[in-house]
């Protein structure tokens, strides 16, 4: 997302202060049957709120200025704008966050809402737990006739979700396949696990890289692994959690045969049960996502061996 | 049942109201403050956009803490200014109690400010701050052992229970 840069940012201060309803007018008047329907809904049995003498639960302030299904009246170019602007730069997802409300007289049935709402102000981008966004604050005038009777302060965050999907439907991230590498890759498709060996001084390396960190020669042949290696080092992943895995599993630093070591995760045995020394061997593993297919060098504990 | 009254003064902690967090509860609050989010009713669209669940909007916690203070102060209590902040939601299943605390009461002007907390399994759904105005400083509370059957009075300052209360 386009968040963080200051340009965004004062893009989006832009709107502060100006109006996101102008004369909106409530779509029913305050009325018995939504009154009652409320207090159904919250379990609020006061008696304030029923009789020929009822006034609406003063909490219900904002529920007389909702557009509902058929939308919002009222409102402005400025704040359907800003919602758009967020949402372009990843912000789809909104919360309400705050609410603050002040009663200056009761509604009764009968009263007309009219309602006037500013962009009071827009922060800078926030990290939250939901993801990462932008509160807006808007101030709400509700009037009837010409008397204020409430306002009413609402913040809510519009941000980009952080989504964890659950593991096994999350893809699983790809290789950075470049030209220094490609020829790895290729043989793992081919289910060979290939090793760069010097043209020059027979020095083998993994991983893949244009010359030789013995003789600085930049010509290089392969040679094809056994695929049988043990475990130099490891470490067992409990957080943070990646999409594509199952915390906590185990991720070794494994040394070929050969000689060269390279990283992938070992399976087998339990993620405790991994030790250094353990014997392994290559095993490649095939996986099917909505990216496509994908073939990875993964290691097995050698049976018997745990 | 019998009831205890208690005077509130500043310092009172207000009795506790456990509220189940339903999947009625949240579509009905919904859509009795007019709210159709679809993350308030609907579980698909909800969990493409990354909950678990659908969750109550704040017009239902708003709602709900209204309730809860007026309960507390009895018949001739008026809200005059609510202010919240939602933390954790509140997902079906789940349950919220809501507690307060008085922080300031003025028996002159029968104001008084308190503060509201409501925690949930996951955290903090809400916490805020309510004016309330009130005919009477006294919070009844519905008992449920059998002290409330004897004839005992408590003459403090602080409590007067009664047995004469059947709710």
Redesign the interface.
């Known amino acids: 997302m386009t968040g963080g840069s200051d340009e965004f940012g004062v893009r989006l201060r832009v709107y502060e202060g100006q109006p996101a309803a102008v004369s909106g007018v409530g779509k029913d008047p305050v009325n018995l049957p939504m009154i009652r329907h409320w207090c159904e809904a919250m379990g609020d049995t006061n008696p304030a709120y029923e009789g020929p003498d009822a006034i609406a639960p003063p909490t219900m302030l904002q529920a007389w200025t909702m557009g509902g299904l058929s939308g919002h009246v009222g409102r402005t170019g400025a704040y359907d704008e800003l919602l758009t602007l967020l949402e372009e730069a990843g912000c789809t997802s909104i919360v309400a966050t705050d609410c603050e409300q002040e009663y200056l007289r009761p509604l009764r049935p009968g009263d007309r809402v009219t309602f006037d709402t500013a962009i009071e102000s827009v922060s800078e981008q926030k990290t939250t737990k939901l993801g990462s966004g932008y509160f807006i604050t808007t101030r709400t005038d509700v009037r009837v006739g010409d008397d204020l009777v409430g306002t009413h302060r609402f913040r809510v965050l519009k941000y980009a979700p952080s989504r964890r999907p659950p593991a096994g439907r999350a893809r699983r991230p790809r290789p950075v396949v470049n030209r220094d590498n490609a020829g790895f890759w290729e043989g793992v498709a081919e289910g060979r696990l290939l090793i760069q060996r010097c043209a020059v001084c027979g020095t083998l390396r993994h991983p893949w890289l244009p010359g030789c960190n013995a003789c600085g020669s930049l010509d290089w042949d392969t040679v094809e692994a056994s695929g049988e290696g043990t475990v130099y080092s490891y470490v067992v992943m409990h957080h943070p959690p990646f999409p594509a895995f199952e915390p906590p599993y185990a991720v070794g630093l494994i040394e070929l045969a050969e000689g060269v070591r390279m990283v992938s995760n070992v399976f087998g045995v339990p993620y405790d049960k991994v030790r250094i020394g353990l014997p392994v061997r290559v095993e490649f593993r095939r996986y099917d996502d909505d990216a496509g297919e994908l073939v990875l060098p993964l290691f097995r504990v050698v049976e018997g061996e745990a | 049942m019998g009831t205890e009254t208690t005077r509130l003064a500043a310092g009172t902690d207000l009795p506790p109201l456990e509220?189940p967090i339903t999947r009625t509860?949240i579509v009905?609050?919904a859509?009795?403050?007019?709210?159709?989010?679809d993350?308030h009713h609907d579980v698909e669209l909800a969990r493409q956009?990354?909950s678990p669940d659908v969750f109550m909007?704040?017009?239902?916690t708003?709602?709900?803490?209204?309730?809860y203070i007026?309960?507390c102060f009895g018949?001739g209590a008026?809200?005059?200014?609510?202010?919240?902040?939602?933390g954790a939601p509140n997902y079906p299943g789940d349950t919220m109690v809501l507690t307060g605390r008085i922080e300031e009461l003025d028996e002159e002007t029968g104001t008084a400010t308190v503060r509201v907390i409501g925690d949930n399994a996951i955290g903090r759904h809400v916490s805020g701050s309510v004016t309330v105005t009130f005919t009477e400083a006294v919070v009844t509370v519905t008992l449920t052992d059998e002290t409330d059957e004897t004839d005992e009075t408590d003459e403090t300052d602080e409590t007067d229970e009664t047995d004469e209360g059947a709710s």
């Open positions: 509220i509860l009905a609050g859509i009795a403050s007019r709210d159709y989010q993350v956009k990354g909007n704040i017009l239902t708003n709602g709900l803490v209204g309730r007026t309960d018949p008026v809200l005059r200014k609510v202010a919240i902040r939602l």
